[in-house]
Nanobody, 125 residues
Framework: QVQLVESGGGLVQAGSSLRLSCAAS????????MGWFRQAPGKEREFVATIDWSGGSTSYADSVKGRFTISRDNAKNSVYLQMNGLNAEDTAVYYCAAQPLGTNAGSWWNQYAYWGQGTQVTVSS
């Protein structure tokens, strides 16, 4: 079992930056691919970014490529999402998720076994 806790969300102006953190309060993220997803009001949950267990491979949604960076610190049992150049379309609840052991990093929500409660990001234009 892995329990994930996100933090770092908030209300910011367009063009600002935020850094989201996700820590495992129970269990470990080591040897697990990790991902960030988001869900805006009235929309389906969508993929944002993923990182493999070593941190050597990352993948991003086209909508955030070049603006967002996913990283991890296995020693701290944490994964991060640095978000730059935020705009109103980035407003959503952001979720951290962990894949089962031994699986490759993926962009589909059903590939992930464990989810955090989410953190709200609101960008005012």
């Amino acid at each position: 079992q892995v329990q994930l806790v996100e933090s770092g969300g908030g209300l910011v102006q367009a063009g600002s930056s935020l850094r989201l953190s996700c820590a495992a309060s129970k269990g470990t993220i080591n040897r697990r691919a990790m991902g960030w997803f988001r869900q805006a009001p009235g929309k389906e949950r969508e993929f944002v970014a993923t990182i493999d267990w070593s941190g050597g491979s990352t993948s991003y949604a086209d909508s955030v490529k070049g603006r967002f960076t996913i990283s991890r610190d296995n020693a701290k049992n944490s994964v991060y999402l640095q978000m730059n150049g935020l705009n109103a379309e980035d407003t959503a609840v952001y979720y951290c998720a962990a894949q089962p052991l031994g699986t490759n990093a993926g962009s589909w929500w059903n590939q992930y076994a464990y989810w955090g409660q989410g953190t709200q990001v609101t960008v005012s234009s």
